[in-house]
């Protein structure tokens, strides 16, 4: 009894290591720029997103390192993850608004090289407010393997979700007409050419309360295939209550298993079979470009 006791201990272990080993993710919420009270530190080092991520682990299949340090990401210590999943701001290679670590100069380049060897990339709500077009510049390469950038936002309100690809494994758990009272983000930059959208926002009666969402329905989650990983992006999540519904941790889960390589890829670029030229023009071209190159990075938190 005695040695089958500690032979079951044994696997246990090796089982756990084994585990932790093939299936980690890590979670930066690194604030170069503006910081979101969902990933602020409490006494204990301790945030929301941060508690609901570790109690979807199960779920997920994965253990989950919930960091601020952005030297982490770099090409020797990314082989240890299957996926990365930023909720971040600003110019992640500075230390910035929250002093934390910076990621190298070479950090973003090494990404992007792990995602395109097959890493599995989540982005939330301001993993678009990161690695801006510098003014006059180039879209930087981590906008484009995002497939959009943050421009602005304005005041919250109950947006609808319009599932446009009902059959793909991150929209399994969603309603088709999802209503929910979030922070709605505006984009520039969205690429066209790799994004396969699968939600539109709907402002609804919003278009007539706020000049800015009087916009045809725009991409609001979307992902991508890029070199032989997977890019999700989801741009609901500023609000603590949407990390609490359900139906988000659920769509949580499911990101997590698809760019992890489960299922299929079903990524084709569609945003140009859903949006005509001048609707795509109008919904990245709300406020004049002078005005939009001063918003890369929100200048205090929406009440």
């Not at 979030?182 to 609804?204: C, I, K, Q, S």
């Not at 004049?288 to 190159?293: F, L, R, S, V």
Request: proline share 6%.
């Amino acid at each position: 009894m005695k040695y089958a006791t500690i032979l079951m201990a044994i696997s246990m272990l090796i089982g756990a290591s084994a585990y932790a080993a093939e299936n980690c993710g890590v979670f930066l919420s690194k604030s170069a720029g503006f910081e979101h009270s969902c990933i602020k530190w409490d006494e204990n080092k301790q945030h929301h997103v941060g508690n609901v991520l570790t109690g979807l682990q199960k779920d997920m299949g994965i253990e989950i390192l919930l960091t601020k340090d952005g030297s982490l990401i770099n090409a020797e210590n990314l082989k240890k993850y299957k996926v990365v999943i930023f909720y971040t701001t600003g110019d992640l290679t500075t230390e910035g608004g929250d002093k934390q670590p910076a990621m190298s100069p070479t950090g973003q380049a090494e990404l992007l090289d792990w995602i395109g060897a097959g890493g599995g990339f989540i982005g939330y709500h301001c993993a678009s407010d990161s690695f801006h077009q510098p003014e006059g510049g180039d879209v930087t390469p981590y906008v484009k393997m995002l497939g959009g950038e943050f421009r602005a936002h304005h005041k919250q309100f109950a947006g609808t979700l319009k599932i446009v690809d009902p059959s793909h494994p991150t929209m399994a758990n969603v309603p088709a007409d999802w209503n929910i009272l979030d922070e709605w983000y505006l984009f520039r930059n969205l690429n066209a050419e790799t994004m396969h959208v699968l939600a539109l926002l709907d402002p609804g009666p919003e278009r007539q309360v706020q000049e800015q969402y009087n916009i045809p329905s725009y991409p609001i989650v979307w992902c991508s295939a890029y070199g032989k990983g997977r890019v999700y992006y989801n741009a609901m999540g500023h609000r603590e209550d949407v990390w609490d519904n359900p139906i988000f941790q659920k769509s949580v889960v499911d990101a997590v298993h698809w760019v992890m390589g489960h299922g299929p890829a079903q990524a084709e670029p569609n945003l140009k079979k859903l949006m005509s030229d001048e609707d795509l023009a109008k919904a990245q071209a709300i406020q004049p470009a002078k005005e939009t190159a001063q918003l890369p990075v929100p200048s205090k938190k929406e009440k």
